[in-house]
């Protein structure tokens, strides 16, 4: 059985696909790439891409994406479409590789519905009322 993709693992695939727009984003101040550890939704890693924003108490968002855990393949959430690039798809290869995820199983995942688009998103959010 394959492992899941780490949330390290998953930060890097951001990154490269970030790095493709090749508009500099990663180099905006105060760039981050956020985990969005409080958002639960079958099998996936989401990250919001942030910077600072034109006044340092302003932040601007300018990108989401999900990692799915089984199979590496990244998704804007926003769009319900999956993101791919060059550097991405050989990122991705790599790293199926090291996960002892096969072509077969990986088609086997791919072909599977993917239920990040028409399911709601939960947020682990323990300190509202219930």
């Known amino acids: 059985m394959p492992r899941h993709v780490t949330v390290k693992e998953a ?3 951001v990154l490269v696909q970030i790095r493709s727009w090749k508009n500099g984003a990663e180099h905006l101040p105060g760039f ?10 079958l099998g996936y890693i989401f ?7 034109a006044c340092i108490e302003c932040g601007s968002n300018i990108g989401h994406f999900a990692v799915e855990q089984r ?5 804007d959430p926003v769009l319900c479409e ?7 798809r050989l990122a991705q ?30 947020l682990d959010d323990s300190s509202s009322p219930k």
């Open 11 to 13: 930060r890097r695939l």
């Open 47 to 53: 990250f919001s891409i942030m910077w600072q924003g």
């Open 82 to 88: 999956e993101v791919t690039n060059t550097a991405l």
């Open 93 to 122: 290869r790599n790293l199926r590789r090291a996960m002892g995820l096969g072509r077969e199983a990986y088609l086997r995942f791919r072909s599977s519905a993917k239920p990040i688009c028409g399911n709601p998103i939960e």
């Open 71 to 75: 199979d590496a393949d990244v998704v």
């Open 32 to 41: 981050e790439i956020d985990h969005e550890s409080d958002v639960h939704h």
